[in-house]
């Protein structure tokens, strides 16, 4: 570890803050640790929040004990925003004008909710979630509801509809494209996630290009898609993607497109400057993941680099979501795929997308994650594949290790 290092600042107490955090000790750093955050909760994670946190009793879902959270020996600047970063000196400055300084500082600011249109904000009973206050207030509305409309027609949208369904209640999707999670899987897929939300009862609207909500005099709001209103919801919920927070950093003059550009150390365009999570676009994909498992280990690697070892962040896409009971995971991208084979097993089915040399590009397994673990080594090694043998479900995938 570099002596020089005294003071680090980490900006947002999100997952990718907290590992990060976690790790710096972990590898020894016995210096200052400050840790800004605009939420006044300890670190937690968020894919619980569009599942068991709004249809169970469900506490925060802590990231550490508060044994773990006490030995990181951190110094909370909370419920505070860090408003901008000072690089020539060093400074992070604070809602309150205060003035921390930094040796190394990591942006893990995460994203935010994307709204279509602005004025939905001013519609009471409109809302979006992303956070353990949101989820609290989504819950508490579901209680008291018995129509949901939800916008948005991809992973949280889809979450959030399925909860809403657990609860018992009727929920109609609204979705701009024709085809379900469009921009991140392809028809396939996307048809048997419909099928899975058909099944279960919620309601798809799909191919609305002209979505309008409006506030009815009771309180609840129709939405008009392609010039057609259903009876009033008593709560919509807003799923339409995110916005990363990259604002700090774009006027702090680093490096940005979708968002911060990072090595595969996480080092921004200023030695001293970190990004991880969200804000930090991939540093191979050239995108912005917004995924839990590469919050937790982009951070861990990039949090080793800033005390100044050697650390390389090379794993491929992955992400899950759960609904109506059934796991969904997602592995790779579909860039490169010219294409997809489909394995009907009885657990569920498997989607492989495939490159022209019959190397995995993508694959998205119903109930399977063991297959799963099984692709993550085949991406690894580059291993050529039989689209005949992944089709045949009487073929035993495993013997493929
Ligand atoms: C409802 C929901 C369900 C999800 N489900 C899944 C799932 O099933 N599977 C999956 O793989 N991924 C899922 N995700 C995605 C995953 O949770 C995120 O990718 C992950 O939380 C990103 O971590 P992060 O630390 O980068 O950002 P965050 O966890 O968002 O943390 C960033 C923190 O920084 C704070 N902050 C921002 N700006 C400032 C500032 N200027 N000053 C101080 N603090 C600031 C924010 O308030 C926030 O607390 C889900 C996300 C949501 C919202």
């Given at each position: 570890?570099?002596?020089?290092?005294?003071?680090?600042?980490?900006?947002?107490?999100?997952?990718?803050?907290?590992?990060?955090?976690?790790?710096?000790?972990?590898?020894?750093?016995?210096?200052?640790?400050?840790?800004?955050?605009?939420?006044?909760?300890?670190?937690?994670?968020?894919?619980?929040?569009?599942?068991?946190?709004?249809?169970?009793?469900?506490?925060?879902?802590?990231?550490?004990?508060?044994?773990?959270?006490?030995?990181?020996?951190?110094?909370?600047?909370?419920?505070?925003?860090?408003?901008?970063?000072?690089?020539?000196?060093?400074?992070?400055?604070?809602?309150?004008?205060?003035?921390?300084?930094?040796?190394?500082?990591?942006?893990?600011?995460?994203?935010?909710?994307?709204?279509?249109?602005?004025?939905?904000?001013?519609?009471?009973?409109?809302?979006?979630?992303?956070?353990?206050?949101?989820?609290?207030?989504?819950?508490?509305?579901?209680?008291?509801?018995?129509?949901?409309?939800?916008?948005?027609?991809?992973?949280?949208?889809?979450?959030?509809?399925?909860?809403?369904?657990?609860l018992g209640l009727q929920v109609?999707?609204?979705?701009?494209?024709?085809?379900?999670?469009?921009?991140?899987?392809?028809?396939?897929?996307?048809?048997?996630?419909?099928?899975?939300?058909?099944?279960?009862?919620?309601?798809?609207?799909?191919?609305?290009?002209?979505?309008?909500?409006?506030?009815?005099?009771?309180?609840?709001?129709?939405?008009?898609?392609?010039?057609?209103?259903?009876?009033?919801?008593?709560?919509?919920?807003?799923?339409?993607?995110?916005?990363?927070?990259?604002?700090?950093?774009?006027?702090?003059?680093?490096?940005?497109?979708?968002?911060?550009?990072?090595?595969?150390?996480?080092?921004?365009?200023?030695?001293?400057?970190?990004?991880?999570?969200?804000?930090?676009?991939?540093?191979?994909?050239?995108?912005?993941?917004?995924?839990?498992?590469?919050?937790?280990?982009?951070?861990?690697?990039?949090?080793?680099?800033?005390?100044?070892?050697?650390?390389?962040?090379?794993?491929?896409?992955?992400?899950?979501?759960?609904?109506?009971?059934?796991?969904?995971?997602?592995?790779?991208?579909?860039?490169?795929?010219?294409?997809?084979?489909?394995?009907?097993?009885?657990?569920?089915?498997?989607?492989?997308?495939?490159?022209?040399?019959?190397?995995?590009?993508?694959?998205?397994?119903?109930?399977?994650?063991?297959?799963?673990?099984?692709?993550?080594?085949?991406?690894a090694s580059q291993r050529v594949?039989?689209?005949?043998?992944?089709?045949?479900?009487?073929?035993?995938?495993?013997?493929?290790?």
């Open positions: 570890m570099t002596s020089d290092i005294q003071r680090i600042v980490v900006i947002g107490g999100g997952q990718a803050g907290g590992h990060a955090c976690k790790t710096l000790r972990a590898a020894g750093f016995d210096g200052h640790l400050v840790v800004i955050a605009e939420e006044p909760h300890d670190f937690y994670e968020r894919p619980p929040l569009s599942k068991a946190s709004i249809t169970a009793d469900a506490p925060l879902p802590r990231l550490f004990s508060a044994s773990s959270l006490a030995e990181l020996d951190i110094d909370w600047r909370r419920p505070q925003r860090a408003i901008a970063i000072d690089r020539a000196a060093q400074h992070v400055v604070l809602d309150d004008a205060t003035r921390l300084p930094y040796d190394r500082l990591l942006i893990a600011t995460g994203s935010r909710p994307r709204l279509p249109v602005a004025e939905w904000a001013s519609l009471d009973r409109v809302m979006t979630l992303r956070s353990w206050n949101d989820a609290c207030l989504l819950k508490e509305r579901l209680a008291n509801s018995r129509r949901v409309g939800v916008i948005g027609g991809g992973w949280i949208g889809l979450e959030v509809a399925s909860s809403a369904r657990q109609d999707v609204f979705e701009r494209d024709p085809a379900l999670c469009g921009r991140s899987v392809g028809t396939e897929v996307a048809q048997a996630i419909r099928e899975l939300h058909e099944h279960n009862g919620v309601g798809l609207s799909l191919a609305h290009r002209d979505i309008r909500l409006s506030e009815e005099r009771d309180g609840r709001v129709t939405i008009k898609a392609n010039g057609k209103a259903p009876e009033p919801y008593d709560l919509v919920v807003v799923g339409t993607g995110v916005e990363i927070n990259l604002e700090l950093a774009r006027d702090a003059g680093l490096k940005t497109e979708y968002g911060i550009v990072v090595d595969a150390a996480g080092h921004t365009s200023d030695p001293r400057v970190f990004a991880a999570g969200d804000v930090a676009q991939h540093p191979h994909l050239g995108l912005c993941l917004q995924s839990w498992a590469y919050a937790q280990n982009q951070a861990r690697v990039v949090a080793s680099a800033m005390l100044g070892e050697k650390a390389h962040y090379d794993e491929p896409a992955w992400l899950w979501s759960d609904q109506h009971g059934v796991n969904i995971q997602i592995l790779g991208v579909p860039s490169g795929a010219t294409h997809g084979v489909i394995r009907h097993a009885p657990e569920g089915p498997i989607f492989f997308y495939l490159d022209a040399d019959h190397r995995l590009v993508q694959m998205v397994a119903f109930d399977q994650p063991r297959a799963i673990k099984l692709g993550k080594r085949w991406l594949l039989d689209p005949n043998a992944l089709a045949d479900p009487d073929f035993e995938l495993m013997s493929l290790r």
